[in-house]
C-alpha cells in the first residue's frame, strides 16, 4: 500500500497568514493526488485534485501543488472558517489512501 | 441538488452485522462510483473499498475482505454496505461518498453522506 506522511502534524496560525502543508508519497503518485477539509462532526469536503486543480467553490486562496511524491497544500491568507483538518489522498492505486491528517488551529 | 443520504446511527453486539445505507439524488445513479469511508472516534480516514452501480463491480481494502459487501440498487438509486462479524475496533463514523472523475479514473470524493455512526459495544 501507499503511504501518505502529512507535515506537520498540528500548525497553529493566526488569520491572513500564509500556511503550507506538505503530503509526502512513500511511492510516485503522478498528480492522483486530492486534499480535503473537514471540520468537527462535519463530512469531508473536496478542495483540490490532481493534485492542483480547484474544486468548484472552492476559494481562490486554496491552492496545491507537486507531482511524483510530494505535494503541497497552500493558504494564502487564513480566513477564521479554515481552521480545520485536512487531508490528503493518493489516488493512484488500490486501496486509496490517506494522510494522518494536519489539524490547523487558532493561535 | 445532488446529495447522498445515509441511513441513522446503529448500536451493535460484537460479532454481529450492520447493514448501512447511502441514497443518491440529483445525478445519474450509474455514472459514478460510491466509496465508503471510515472515521474512528479522534482518528483519521480510512478507505474501504467502493462500488460501480453501472455493473456491480466492487473493490475492497485487503484488511475488510470477507467481512465487507457493497452492493448498489438502481431501482431505488441506494448503495449498501454490509459489515459483519463485528468488533470493538469497527466503532467509527461510516461516509459514503462519491467518486468524482473523467476518463476512466478517479479524481477524488466530490459529494459526501452526512456519514452514520456504528457504536459495537457488549
Known amino acids: 500500500d501507499i503511504q501518505l506522511t502529512q507535515s506537520p502534524s498540528f500548525l497553529s496560525a493566526s488569520v491572513g497568514d500564509r500556511v503550507t502543508i506538505t503530503c509526502r508519497a512513500s511511492q510516485g503518485i503522478s498528480s492522483y493526488l486530492a486534499w480535503y477539509q473537514q471540520k468537527p462532526g462535519k463530512a469531508p469536503k473536496l478542495l483540490i485534485y490532481?493534485?492542483?486543480t480547484l474544486q468548484g467553490g472552492v476559494p481562490s486562496r486554496f491552492s496545491g501543488s507537486g507531482s511524483g511524491t510530494e505535494f503541497t497544500l497552500t493558504i494564502s491568507s487564513l480566513q477564521p472558517e479554515d481552521f480545520a483538518t485536512y487531508y490528503c489522498?493518493?489516488?493512484?492505486?488500490?486501496?486509496?489512501?490517506f494522510g494522518q491528517g494536519t489539524n490547523l488551529e487558532i493561535k | 441538488q445532488v446529495q447522498l443520504v445515509q441511513s441513522g446511527a446503529e448500536v451493535k453486539k460484537p460479532g454481529a452485522s450492520v447493514k448501512v445505507s447511502c441514497e443518491a439524488s440529483g445525478y445519474t445513479f450509474t455514472i459514478y462510483g460510491i466509496s465508503w469511508v471510515r472515521q474512528a472516534p479522534g482518528q483519521g480516514l480510512e478507505w474501504m473499498g467502493w462500488?460501480?452501480?453501472?455493473?456491480?463491480?466492487?473493490n475492497y481494502v485487503q484488511k475488510l475482505q470477507g467481512r465487507v459487501t457493497m452492493t448498489a440498487d438502481t431501482s431505488t438509486t441506494t448503495v449498501y454496505m454490509e459489515l459483519r462479524s463485528l468488533r470493538s475496533d469497527d466503532t467509527a463514523v461510516y461516509y459514503c461518498a462519491r467518486n468524482y472523475g473523467s476518463a476512466g479514473s478517479v479524481d477524488g470524493f466530490d459529494i459526501w453522506g452526512q456519514g452514520t455512526m456504528v457504536t459495537v459495544s457488549s
Open positions: 462500488i460501480t452501480p453501472y455493473n456491480g463491480n466492487t
Open positions: 490532481t493534485a492542483s
Open positions: 489522498q493518493q489516488l493512484n492505486s488500490y486501496p486509496y489512501t
